[in-house]
């Protein structure tokens, strides 16, 4: 593994969020002033496409980055953006019973409104 790699894996270990890549760069640029941008997205797709990392789409927002943990789902707030992680243990077995097949996995985001965003 390139320096380069083991500092981006360890920004998101440590982070307690999801990060867009522009984050992963400016906290890696702290550590490591060399870093470029491109190294940081090259590292980030590698990763992903390694299944290290997940990648997570944000409507009308930049993707987000995060260590991949178990397997989980996330909530929006479609106020401030806030991405939070859920865990629906049972919505996979039940979208493959209801289509009657196996399934090897699926992306749901579901948009809400937090608390802070629910007293505006
Ligand atoms: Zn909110
Ligand atoms: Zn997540």
Do not use: W
């Amino acid at each position: 593994m390139t320096k380069q790699r083991e500092l981006i894996l360890q920004i998101l270990n440590q982070a307690d969020r999801h990060l867009t890549a522009d984050e992963v760069f400016f906290l890696a640029k702290l550590r490591m002033p060399s870093i470029a941008m491109a190294t940081v997205y090259n590292n980030l797709n590698a990763m992903h496409a390694a299944g290290v990392i997940s990648r997570v789409h944000v409507d009308g927002g930049a993707d987000c980055f995060e260590k991949t943990a178990e397997a989980h789902d996330h909530l929006m707030c479609e106020g401030c953006g806030k991405l939070s992680n859920v865990r629906l243990p049972r919505l996979g077995t039940q979208l493959s019973e209801t289509l009657g097949m196996p399934i090897v996995g699926y992306d749901l985001t579901i948009r809400y409104l937090c608390a802070e965003c629910r007293k505006k």
